[in-house]
């Protein structure tokens, strides 16, 4: 039978760890918040609050209540969460947020494949519905017509393949001179792709 001795060890040890974690320690006793923080607390503006609302978004998983206000403030952050949990709109919303309005090309999120980069091409767009800013997606396998009309017509955010955007540096139609913000989308599938 373990001492009483070491069964608080372990209970300060879990309290502690859970107070790094976010959680709050009082008197020697550990609350754990099981209410996520709601979007309206999150540092999003209007526009893009607006449109996560319109999109069903009420309260904050906990990769994007964690995630949200560090990558709001411009700071790297790696994350990693299970799928499902939110992680496109954890990295999104925010960096639509810092971007305000159409301007130059800005934000880059790379994807390993044209269906991811499908997929989070169409989340940028619910979340963008209310603001001015242009999205444009990039891929291999298809001719370079539509990526060039876009390219000259001025995107803020690039969701593109690693592949294609070589491609397009190496062409010199492409440049990252107004660049702020890169986004590696399951970069541990692009490490694997070789990328």
Same mark, same amino acid.
């Given at each position: 039978?373990?001492?009483?001795?070491?069964?608080?060890?372990?209970?300060?040890?879990?309290?502690? $760890?859970?107070?790094?974690?976010?959680?709050?320690?009082?008197?020697?006793? *550990?609350?754990?918040?099981?209410?996520?923080?709601?979007?309206?607390?999150?540092?999003?503006?209007?526009?893009? #609050?607006?449109?996560?609302?319109?999109?069903?978004?009420?309260?904050?998983?906990?990769?994007?209540?964690?995630?949200?206000?560090?990558?709001? =403030?411009?700071?790297?952050?790696?994350?990693?969460?299970?799928?499902g949990t939110g992680k496109t709109?954890?990295?999104?919303?925010?960096?639509?947020?810092? #971007?305000?309005?159409? %301007?130059?090309?800005?934000?880059?999120?790379?994807?390993?494949?044209?269906?991811?980069?499908?997929?989070v091409e169409s989340a940028l767009?619910?979340?963008?519905?209310?603001?001015?800013?242009?999205?444009?997606?990039?891929?291999?396998?298809? %001719?370079?017509?539509?990526? $060039? =009309? *876009?390219?000259?017509?001025?995107?803020d955010i690039w969701v593109a393949?690693?592949?294609?955007?070589?491609?397009?540096?190496?062409? %010199?139609?492409?440049?990252? $001179? +107004? *660049?702020?913000?890169?986004?590696?989308? =399951?970069? +541990?599938?692009? #490490?694997?792709? %070789?990328?």
């Amino acid at each position: 039978m373990p001492s009483k001795r070491g069964e608080r060890s372990k209970l300060r040890s879990v309290a502690d $760890n859970a107070h790094l974690m976010g959680c709050q320690r009082r008197t020697g006793l *550990l609350f754990i918040s099981t209410l996520f923080m709601t979007f309206d607390q999150l540092p999003l503006s209007d526009d893009v #609050l607006m449109a996560a609302k319109a999109a069903g978004y009420r309260e904050a998983t906990p990769i994007q209540e964690r995630a949200i206000p560090i990558v709001a =403030e411009g700071r790297d952050l790696i994350g990693s969460a299970q799928t499902g949990t939110g992680k496109t709109a954890a990295f999104s919303l925010p960096v639509i947020s810092r #971007l305000g309005g159409h %301007g130059k090309f800005r934000a880059l999120i790379i994807e390993p494949t044209r269906e991811l980069a499908h997929q989070v091409e169409s989340a940028l767009r619910t979340f963008t519905r209310f603001s001015t800013l242009r999205i444009g997606v990039m891929y291999g396998g298809v %001719g370079y017509g539509r990526q $060039n =009309e *876009l390219i000259a017509r001025g995107m803020d955010i690039w969701v593109a393949t690693p592949g294609r955007i070589l491609d397009h540096l190496e062409r %010199g139609s492409f440049h990252f $001179n +107004d *660049l702020e913000t890169v986004i590696l989308d =399951e970069a +541990d599938r692009l #490490l694997d792709m %070789g990328f």
